[in-house]
Nanobody, 124 residues
Framework: QVRLVESGGGLVQAGGSLRLSCASS????????MGWFRQAPGKEREFVAT????????DYADSVKGRFTISRDLAKNTVYLQMNSLKPEDTAVYYC?????????????????WGQGTQVTVSS
């Protein structure tokens, strides 16, 4: 069983940075594609970024392209989301997800496992 745990959220001023981490406390995620999604109050969950099982492919939502970077450390069984130049509209609960098929994937419903989420709040 893959059990995902996110960390690194918090309160930051606009223009600041945060790095989110996602690790599996159960089975290894080394063969899984990983994704980050977010959900703001009153809004639907939206895709943020995804990375293939080997880190060779990535994809980003247009709203975060150039500001966010997804990466993974296979040895540490952890995926990261580096968020720079944060804006108030980035405020949301951020979730990581794992997909056993291994390729980059934007569709949240296709992911097999989800974490509990970590709150990111960007003040203006």
């Amino acid at each position: 069983q893959v059990r995902l745990v996110e960390s690194g959220g918090g309160l930051v001023q606009a223009g600041g940075s945060l790095r989110l981490s996602c690790a599996s406390s159960g089975r290894s995620i080394s063969g899984y594609a990983m994704g980050w999604f977010r959900q703001a109050p009153g809004k639907e969950r939206e895709f943020v970024a995804t990375i293939s099982w080997d880190g060779g492919s990535t994809d980003y939502a247009d709203s975060v392209k150039g500001r966010f970077t997804i990466s993974r450390d296979l040895a540490k069984n952890t995926v990261y989301l580096q968020m720079n130049s944060l804006k108030p509209e980035d405020t949301a609960v951020y979730y990581c997800a794992a997909d056993r098929r291994g390729s980059v994937l934007r569709v949240g419903l296709a992911y097999d496992y989800w974490g509990q989420g970590t709150q990111v709040t960007v003040s203006s």
